[in-house]
């Protein structure tokens, strides 16, 4: 029985077609013959289907093997020919639910299209919902039915089970803007709690002491998990007052910031400041002041996270820490040139958020006349 190196760094894919090829080329299959069909190669490698079709096309893309419609897949010669490099087609895996909804995750999809043009990638949107998530191998189905060649993964919905079975299957993937503890090492992520503690120490500086958080899917998020997180560090850190009743958790879409905003500003002891975990939520918060008249920065700073294209042209405009999206699509490009590298030892790239004051932060104590 033919086995392949379960530990080593080489994926399975690139060892199947280099174990297949070595069969071919010393005389174990010969010219004209009819290899092993896929349900077999299965069997005697102890692999998947996706492995054995991956190894396969890598050999007719060089020439070495012929598939034929019905009849099976054949040797055409034993020596290789030099192929000019193809494009990647990668699949950019996103929660459907966000579509639409979450700022951030629509200016990346444009972002990382635009990056891959200049690496030769072809970025192919892929939704997936609970649907296709319930399915144990619902990822993997998607990857063979679109003929994608890897993944980038940014959608925090997708178990650590699914991204494991996705690794065993030799499927290169890179995880964006998540965090998971299956065995992946590429991954392009953000200093979370610096972020936070930038957006924080920004509000300290201008006297606020008393600043509200409000975020959006805090029980099953965990990257909004790790904002509350540093939050809570950051009172700590500057001396703020540490109030659990200041923190607000919203709906996936933003749903109840309104609702949520109104009833900090009617404590008896209202905040001076909101943190906002996503800059998206702004719009709700925005409306809440003008409709209980509550002038913003005058009565309430306001600072946001994540990068808006909105942030500017809002009135007054969104001070925010965030992490330009062109910057994250370009390192996420980079490191897609890597994970098709058998040899790729796997990379991290932390970026760092940059502080944008505007003009929806002041002192905590200034009546400053916002002007229409």
Same mark, same amino acid.
């Given at each position: 029985m033919s086995t392949l190196t379960l530990s080593s760094p080489v994926t399975k894919y690139h060892q199947l077609k280099e174990s297949l090829f070595e069969?071919?080329?010393? *005389?174990?299959?010969l010219c004209g013959a009819k290899i092993p069909t896929e349900p077999e190669l299965m069997e005697e490698y102890k692999v998947s289907r996706i492995t054995v079709r991956q190894a396969i096309s890598a050999l007719v893309a060089e020439g070495v093997l012929s598939k034929q419609q019905g009849r099976g897949t054949f040797v055409v010669q034993t020596r290789r020919k030099k192929i000019a490099a193809?494009?990647? +087609?990668?699949?950019?895996?996103?929660?459907?639910?966000?579509?639409?909804?979450?700022?951030?995750?629509?200016?990346?999809? *444009?972002?990382?299209?635009?990056?891959?043009? !200049? +690496? !030769?990638? +072809?970025?192919? #949107?892929?939704?997936?919902?609970?649907?296709?998530?319930?399915?144990? !191998?619902?990822?993997?189905?998607?990857?063979?039915?679109?003929? #994608? !060649?890897?993944?980038?993964?940014?959608a925090e919905e997708i178990p650590d089970e699914v991204l494991e079975?996705?690794?065993?299957?030799?499927?290169?993937?890179? #995880?964006?803007?998540?965090?998971?503890?299956?065995? +992946?090492?590429?991954?392009?992520?953000?200093?979370?709690?610096? *972020?936070? #503690?930038?957006?924080?120490?920004a509000l300290a500086e201008k006297g606020h002491r008393r600043v509200a958080f409000l975020g959006g899917h805090l029980s099953a998020s965990p990257v909004a998990g790790e904002k509350l997180a540093a939050y809570r560090d950051a009172l700590k850190n500057f001396g703020m007052e540490q109030d659990e009743g200041l923190i607000r958790e919203v709906g996936y879409e933003g749903e109840g910031t309104f609702a949520a905003t109104r009833e900090l500003l009617a404590l008896p002891s209202s905040p001076t400041a909101i943190f906002i975990s996503d800059s998206f939520l702004s719009f709700g918060v925005y409306?809440?002041?003008?409709?209980?008249?509550?002038?913003?920065? *005058?009565?309430?700073?306001?600072?946001?996270?994540?990068e808006s294209p909105f942030a500017k042209t809002l009135k007054p405009s969104l001070a925010t820490v965030e992490v330009p999206v062109r910057e994250i699509a370009a390192s996420a490009c980079s490191l897609l040139k890597e994970i098709f590298d058998p040899q790729a030892q796997g990379r991290t790239i932390m970026l760092k958020h940059h502080l944008y004051p505007r003009e929806s932060v002041a002192g905590a104590n200034l009546k400053l006349k916002i002007k229409n």
């Open positions: 069969r071919i080329s010393t *005389g174990g299959f193809q494009r990647k +087609n990668v699949g950019l895996l996103i929660y459907e639910p966000a579509l639409g909804v979450l700022g951030l995750v629509n200016q990346l999809i *444009g972002c990382i299209n635009d990056a891959a043009q !200049d +690496n !030769d990638l +072809n970025i192919i #949107l892929t939704p997936v919902n609970e649907k296709i998530l319930s399915r144990k !191998d619902g990822v993997s189905e998607i990857v063979e039915e679109k003929g #994608l !060649d890897g993944l980038v993964i940014t079975r996705l690794r065993k299957q030799t499927i290169p993937f890179l #995880l964006l803007l998540r965090e998971s503890s299956a065995n +992946n090492p590429f991954l392009v992520k953000l200093d979370i709690r610096d *972020g936070v #503690l930038k957006a924080m120490a409306e809440a002041c003008v409709e209980i008249r509550r002038q913003i920065p *005058g009565d309430l700073s306001i600072i946001g996270m994540n």
